[in-house]
C-alpha cells in the first residue's frame, strides 16, 4: 500500500473530533452534537478514513453524500444512519445540515449484568445497515430524544451521565 493510499484510523471520540474539526466531547468514550453546531468548523469534504467507536445519526435536513465501506448514500432530510466500529467513511456535504449524531464506546453502554445486552446485540450494530428514510412523524420522535440528550450532555447535573445513558437506551431499543 502507497503512502497516498493509507487511510487512517481513527481510535478515539477525541480524536475524531481533532480529525473533523469540531469541538472536543464532554466525556472520552460518549459525545453527542448537532449537526449546526458543527456546520461553522468541519471539514464539509472529507477523505476517507476508518472509526474504530459507534455513530448514530438523525439527519433532519441538508442533503449531501456519505460514502460508509466504499457504498456512497445521498442523504435525504428525515434519515437515519449507523456507523459501525472498522468501517471506512468519508463523505461531501453541504454546509446546512440540521440533527444530531452521537459517538459512543461499546464499554459506554454496556453494562456489566448478567443478560444485560450489548450495542452488538442490537439490531443496527451487528451488521452493516444502510440509512433508513424515516417518515417526519417517526424522525421528530427520534429528534426529540437525541435533543434530550444533547441536553443533558450540558447540563451540570451530578447524574447526567446515567441520565444520558437512559436516554440512550430508550434510543436503542
Known sequence: MSASS???VISSIEGYNAHIRVAPS?????????FEENMETVRLSMPPFRIQFFQLAILASGGG??????????????SFFVQLPGQIITWDVPANWKGFYISLTESFY????????GLYDLPYFNQ???PSALAKSDAEKLLTIFSSIHKAVRENSPHRVAIVKSYLNNLLT
Open 26 to 34: 464532554a466525556f472520552p468514550d460518549f459525545d453527542i452534537k448537532s
Open 128 to 130: 452493516y445497515s444502510p
Open 110 to 117: 454496556t453494562v456489566q449484568v448478567e443478560g444485560a445486552r
Open 6 to 8: 493509507h487511510i487512517p
Open 65 to 78: 453524500e456519505v460514502s460508509s465501506d466504499g457504498k456512497a448514500i445521498a442523504f435525504e432530510d428525515y
